[in-house]
């Protein structure tokens, strides 16, 4: 090739390339750069969305907590109609249970005719007694004493005849047995549900020479069948001596449930239920023996602090009334 055809090579090449460039300016240039103007007034509209979305996001937990809070304020005030509502229903159930007991007594009294008045005045208060801390359950006839200390009582137990076992078991001893007008115990739930609120025992007993003693103790509470039917007295007073203080504060145990502090079995020893200890100070529910009989048993109806472990006595009653009885 001449040095002539190699210029003239060249000059078609930079001609051809030039063709090119010209027919394709825009791959050429750099992207055109937003003006100044614009892109400042994009970043203020965006800072004015944040702003004005945090202050919705502000006011919405304001909203949010006020919400919150007068949802608690209702939900206590409708806490507290609950509350009235329900003391509402409690003393109506109340005046209806006594009002249903009223009329349960006149029935018995008119299907009975009744004829003695002191007997209507007795089993009136004692109706009137098991109605008001009885409510709605429970409903079932009381022997009471209106005569002994300002009366009000109502008896829990009785040993007078003889002919009644009280070597029974935990289920009876819970529900009662024997009748009310003779040898009884009321049955422990009674017991518990009588002396839930404050109450006073008192226990008159009489020896085989006609004597008679009493021990009272004006705070008298039994426990629910969970916790053993537990025995709490104090404040004794009296003249038969204070030998139910050895029985405070221990469980209910009888035939088939020894509950005593004793590695004796007291129920089975002493032939009765009642709030042993290890054993005995006094045993109420023990065997009822005639005079002479007793002997040198230790399972009588004793109380040691008038007659000692030996003597079985002739009469026992355990009577209860509220402690703010007023006679
Ligand atoms: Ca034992």
């Not at 009280?166 to 009884?184: A, E, L, M, S, V």
């Not at 009296?238 to 004793?262: E, I, M, V, W």
């Amino acid at each position: 090739m001449s040095l002539r055809t190699a210029a003239l090579s060249v000059t078609l090449l930079l001609l051809v390339l030039s063709e090119v460039w010209a027919q394709n300016p825009r791959k050429r240039m750099a992207p055109p750069k937003p003006p100044k103007a614009q892109c400042c007034d994009e970043v203020r509209s965006l800072k004015v969305q944040v702003a004005n979305l945090t202050s919705l996001l502000e006011e919405l937990n304001r909203k949010q907590e006020t919400d919150m809070m007068n949802v608690v304020r209702q939900m206590m005030e409708l806490d507290k109609q609950n509350r009235q509502q329900e003391a509402r229903v409690t003393e109506a159930e109340s005046k209806y249970s006594e009002i249903n007991n009223r009329v349960e007594i006149m029935q018995l009294q008119a299907s009975q005719s009744v004829t003695q008045s002191s007997s209507v005045d007795c089993h009136d208060f004692a109706w009137y007694y098991v109605g008001r801390y009885f409510k709605l359950c429970c409903l079932f006839q009381v022997f009471c004493d209106m005569e002994s200390n300002g009366g009000g009582w109502t008896l829990i137990q009785r040993r007078k005849v003889g002919l009644t076992s009280f070597n029974r078991d935990w289920k009876q001893y819970k529900n009662g047995f024997g009748t009310i007008r003779g040898d009884f115990w009321l049955g422990n739930d009674n017991l518990f549900r009588m002396t839930r609120q404050p109450s006073t025992l008192r226990i008159e007993m009489e020896d085989w020479e006609g004597e008679t003693r009493y021990a009272e103790y004006s705070y008298f509470t039994v426990k629910n069948e969970l916790n053993s039917f537990k025995l709490l007295i104090a404040n004794y007073s009296g003249n038969a001596g204070d030998s139910l203080r050895y029985h405070n504060n221990t469980n209910f145990s009888t035939k088939g449930k020894d509950n005593d502090k004793c590695v004796d079995d007291c129920a089975s020893l002493r032939k009765g239920g009642y709030w042993y200890n290890c054993c005995t100070d006094s045993n109420l529910n023990g065997v009822f023996y005639r005079y002479g009989n007793h002997g040198k048993n230790t399972d009588g109806i004793t109380w040691y602090g008038w007659h000692g472990p030996n003597y079985s006595l002739k009469r026992v009653e355990m009577k209860i009334r509220p402690q703010n009885f007023k006679s």
